[in-house]
């Protein structure tokens, strides 16, 4: 991804944490191009609406190896993934009846994933950029060699 990617995600939604923004810069560049498509043919478009479910997929899984790697709980945080995945999902498979409403789901995942950033990512970027910070430390001193005593 480039970095014009990044221009998607607005500031109030960068959480510090690179691999992190990346994504969900991807993710907001993705529902603009989903917006549009939808708007271009009048209809929903299915194959850019599952490359947005793929993205939120590979980020829930990016989020979870990011705190397994940093020793965090992630059991709440994962919780809140796997019903936010569920719920699109059924939206998603919804879109199949003439009477779905494409426009209200392209809301429903805006606003998920903005509240979603704003109230658990925030705080999961400042729990991993702590646990990288707290293992620099250790690296650091541990990278001394043990001192003899000559007593």
């Not at 510090?16 to 529902?31: G, K, S, T």
Request: proline share 3%; charged share 25%; with cysteine.
């Amino acid at each position: 991804m480039g970095n014009s990617s990044l221009s998607y995600l607005p500031n109030a939604l960068v959480i510090e944490v690179p691999e992190i923004d990346h994504q969900h810069a991807r993710l907001f560049e993705q529902l603009e191009v989903f917006k549009a498509s939808c708007i271009e043919h009048n209809a929903f478009v299915s194959e850019e609406a599952e490359a947005i479910f793929q993205i939120l997929v590979d980020h829930c899984a990016t989020e979870e190896r990011l705190a397994a790697q940093a020793g965090l709980d992630f059991g709440r945080h994962g919780d809140k993934h796997r019903l936010m995945l569920s719920g699109i999902r059924k939206r998603l498979d919804a879109m199949a009846h003439p009477e779905a409403d494409v426009y209200g789901l392209i809301r429903y995942v805006e606003y998920w994933f903005e509240r979603h950033i704003t109230e658990e990512d925030k705080g999961l970027g400042q729990q991993l950029r702590q646990s990288a910070r707290l293992s620099e430390g250790k690296q650091f001193v541990d990278s001394f060699p043990a001192q003899q005593s000559s007593y």
